[in-house]
Nanobody
């Protein structure tokens, strides 16, 4: 069973950058599509970005496209979410999740398709 641990969250100013990481143990993350989701205060958890097993397919929620970049380092068994030009609306707990059911180039934005979840890391953007 894969265990996922997020790290790298913190408190930053508007316009700053932050990179959050999703590290896996108990399995090879390269065998999974990985997604990032976030839950803002008082809201439901929403899709942010996803990357396929091969890394060849990526998807972004429209409000983060062009500011956020998802990538994977298979040698280190880590998936990153680079976040630039952060805004107060990006304040949330960020979760990573792994989906082992798709093909090398497939990914999904549906929470229910993901098999494993981390505990989350808090990102706070202060104005």
């Amino acid at each position: 069973q894969v265990q996922l641990v997020e790290s790298g969250g913190g408190l930053v100013q508007v316009g700053a950058s932050l990179r959050v990481s999703c590290a896996a143990s108990g399995g090879t993350l390269a065998n999974y599509a990985v997604g990032w989701f976030r839950r803002a205060p008082g809201k439901v958890r929403d899709f942010v970005a996803a990357i396929s097993q091969s890394g060849g397919t990526r998807s972004y929620e429209p409000s983060v496209r062009g500011r956020f970049t998802i990538s994977r380092d298979s040698a280190e068994n880590i998936v990153y979410l680079q976040m630039n030009s952060l805004q107060p609306g990006d304040t949330a707990v960020y979760y990573c999740a792994a989906d082992g059911d798709g093909g090398a180039f497939s990914l999904t934005a549906r929470e229910d398709d993901y098999d494993y979840w981390g505990q989350g890391t808090q990102v706070t953007v202060s104005s």
